[in-house]
């Protein structure tokens, strides 16, 4: 990639003076020389104050760099915060279980495993760069008891080395990410926003053409994109800067494409569902209006003018198939039928179209900072699957303990660093590397350990011939800018982490300048053992294979319907997010050529249609204007959407019943209705009616079945007689 191409590409503008150099560095990637400067410029900075504190040990410092700086300083901030609070605990812990236990090699390693399990258990539970926190907490813990041994006296002094080296490395991660070489996480968000956007306006398109219907690869990949742009804006929220006006505008953009998103599903499932005998008239005219009208957005927002007039164009298809119009239309033409699919369908593609111009009016104010805009926050609801944070904390703990055995039972000397690095990355890892990479991840960190020692051996061979720290320095900068630079990049990062821990533990520059290639060989060979071991107890214990997949997602989605359509509902905002978090989480990593995982995440996204519309029913339930022996039945849908999904047995009334009874009912308070005094109940009818269709089509089709169903039959939706 050329210097133009990779400045805009990532939307930086590079200074005119370095096209000039094309010719000479048009293959080199910029960006990543950028980031691989950062890292080795941080490391000798580190490295060099605590040279100059002359602190116990120096290379303490090198073990933080490589896990907190990252390419955007939002990022290593909100990183750095959680390291430092992570220590911080991780230290007061340790002292605490030194005091106890020490004298009592058993005991020790008993507590310990008691305290990586806890944090095990309570990484699991957040979402984003907040369970790293956990994880280097468990991870200090292990260091400074380990270290320590017997000797309490030492504990304070390793607790306050490990938290001032800790603090050392941020610092400097913070002068050169947020001083010298600064770039804001906004850059790649607005790019990850336009996937997203792109993505998610894929999706409704292919709700309004039904040969254009998007495959679960692409419903997968914008909830993907979707979680991705929420996680960078939590990352820039620990920013400061001039431009801090656009995060809240970009926050709320993202809110709105979710929004869109889940009422293109929502529309889909009411038009692709109209018998065949329905598919005409004014619900084919308006959806093919409102297709023409977003096939007609342009790939990229970059004009705020444009956006509102297309925000207006939207207004007016909305006003065409406005609440009113549509009684009125049904009160002529279906002698007051409010329920039939019809016109719940043209309900549908209004809330639709709301969508698609809320959308568009948050997008002109991201690009016009004079028109208002909605304070948002990112969306940050964890699902807190409790039996997967039961087995995250179990398989550390295990793998711990089972290597701290070895090391006892064997006498060992150096197997502390083989218990304490086994245990330590088995924890750290599931918080900062994605489950289908976890494995690789292991293997990567292996070869990154194997380049490191090849180069702490080239070092140890050229440093005595260099006097002083900056000898060192040059040479050990160098070697870890072309780390970086080489293999710094996803999927190869775990690489040159693992050739930096090599390099700081093998090498351990120090201020006497002594080097022991006898060090770095047992060094070597202790870590050796550490990627099998992690793989062995990834891929042993508690695999997270497709099994282990659909059995959470299909335990999630229980337990998040059972919540929304209980009598005492969780709150509504929580529910969503959490949908949303498990579909991501569990859904996207599903293998959905099968039919019992495709089947498992079209019930994840039903429960999340239903579980909203649950809300939706209690809202309107409430209204006033509407009949109470209409009103009556929101419990009822309530026991049907509980019963389709299994989560009740033994009812007295069928799913199916209830729709009739609904759609039954609906149509006898409407005929007959006048206008004036009664449009407003006319209106609460037609609201609650068209739920009631788009929960007996979910029921209908068996998306909130436990298992595959037959094929629906869609010229007999759910309730038609």
Sequence with gaps: MGAEAASQGRGHRWPDWTLRLRPIIGWVDIEQARYALNVSIAAILALAIAFFFDLQNTYWALLTIPLIV?????????????????????????????????????????????????????????????????????????????????????????????????????VCGFVVLLVVFPRSVEASAMETIADGRERVLKLARGALHPSRSASPQDRKAAIASLLAIHTQLRAQSFERSRKRWRLPRMTAVAHALTQVGVAAEACRFAIDHLPASDRKGQ?????????????????????????????????????????????????????????????????????????????????????????????????????????????????????FVLAAGIWIASGWQTGYVYALITGALTLLLPTIVPRKVRVKAGLNIGLGYAAGAILSLALMAMLPFLDGFWGLALLLGSAIFVIYYVVGAQPTLPIAIGATLMLAIGLQPSNDQSYSVIRLINTVATLALMPPTFIAAVAI???????????????????????????????????????????????????????????????????????????????????PDLPQEIAAFCPRLLSAIREAAGLSKGTQEKPEECFVALRGAIERAGTGASDGPDEARRLALLRFGAVGELLAVIVETGRLARSPAREPNVDKPAGRT
């Design 70 to 170: 990252r390419q955007q300083s939002g990022t290593m901030v909100w990183r750095s915060a959680a390291r430092l609070a992570g220590t911080l605990l991780g230290a007061l812990v340790a002292m605490v279980l030194v005091g106890a236990f020490a004298q009592s090699a058993s005991a020790m390693i008993a507590a310990l495993a008691l305290w990586i399990f806890g944090t095990g258990y309570l990484a699991r539970l957040e979402s984003g760069t907040d369970a790293y926190a956990y994880g280097v907490g468990g991870l200090t813990a292990m260091v400074i008891a380990l270290d320590t041994g017997p000797n309490i006296d030492a504990a304070y002094g390793y607790a306050l080395a490990r938290t001032t080296e800790t603090v050392i490395a941020i």
């Design 283 to 399: 619900v084919e005219d308006e959806r093919l209006r409102l297709a023409e009208i977003l096939d007609g957005f342009p790939e990229r927002r970059e004009d705020a003018e444009r956006t509102l007039a297309d925000a207006k164009t939207i207004e007016r298809f909305i006003e065409g198939v406005e609440p009113r119009r549509i009684v009125e239309r049904a009160h002529r033409e279906n002698s007051g039928s409010f329920s039939s699919l019809e016109v719940a369908a043209l309900f549908r593609l209004r809330i639709f179209a709301s969508a698609l111009r809320d959308l568009l009016k948050r997008e002109a104010a991201l690009l016009d900072p004079s028109l208002p805009a909605d304070e948002a926050r990112p969306m940050s609801q964890r699902y807190r699957d409790h039996l997967a944070a039961l087995q995250y904390g179990v398989r550390p703990m295990l793998t």
């Design 541 to 623: 214990l508690f695999p997270e294979n497709q099994a282990w997949l659909c059995r959470h997602l299909r335990r999630g989605t229980d337990k998040l319907l059972d919540g929304a359509t209980r009598p005492k509902a969780m709150d509504q905002q929580a529910f969503f997010e959490q949908a949303v978090d498990i579909i991501g989480d569990y859904g996207n990593d599903l293998d959905t050529s099968g039919a019992k995982a495709e089947h498992l995440l079209d019930r994840a996204e039903a429960t999340l249609l239903a579980g909203l519309e649950a809300y939706e029913l209690r809202r309107l339930a409430a209204d």
